[in-house]
């Protein structure tokens, strides 16, 4: 488990845009896969989308395909999801999480009952 941090989030107006940082403390991903994971008032969390940063695999829940792209860098110890074209629905706190790397594409959803969580980022896209 690797120790994280969120930023980036804020209120934006429909169809905007905005991109979020997950950033590690004391290590690195290194040996890790990385998830943002976002929980809307009253429902549950959802895997949103996966990097295996090694060799680029990823997972995008289907809401968020074609708007959202996830990407690393690994010199600043950071994950980076940017969010385009943002609907009411995308209102949420985000989270990220160090994640087992392995077939990323297809066990992403697993995490969601990860049992620990930073304080996140919230996203509010108003109408």
């Known amino acids: 488990e690797v120790q994280v941090a969120e930023s980036g989030g804020g209120l934006v107006q429909v169809g905007g845009s905005l991109k979020l940082a997950c950033t590690a403390s004391g290590s690195t991903f290194d040996g890790y896969g990385i998830g943002w994971f976002r929980q809307a008032p009253g429902k549950q969390r959802e895997a949103v989308s996966c990097?295996?940063?090694?060799?680029?695999?990823?997972y995008y829940a289907n809401s968020v395909k074609g708007r959202f792209t996830i990407s690393s860098d690994s010199a600043k110890k950071t994950v980076y999801l940017q969010m385009e074209r943002l609907t009411p629905e995308d209102t949420a706190v985000y989270h990220c999480?160090?994640?087992?790397?392995?077939?990323?594409?297809?066990?992403?959803?697993?995490?969601?009952?990860?049992?620990?969580w930073g304080q996140g980022t919230r996203v509010t896209v108003s109408s």
């Open positions: 999480a160090s994640v087992p790397s392995l077939s990323i594409e297809t066990t992403c959803p697993r995490y969601i009952y990860l049992e620990r």
């Open positions: 990097l295996n940063p090694v060799d680029g695999r990823t």
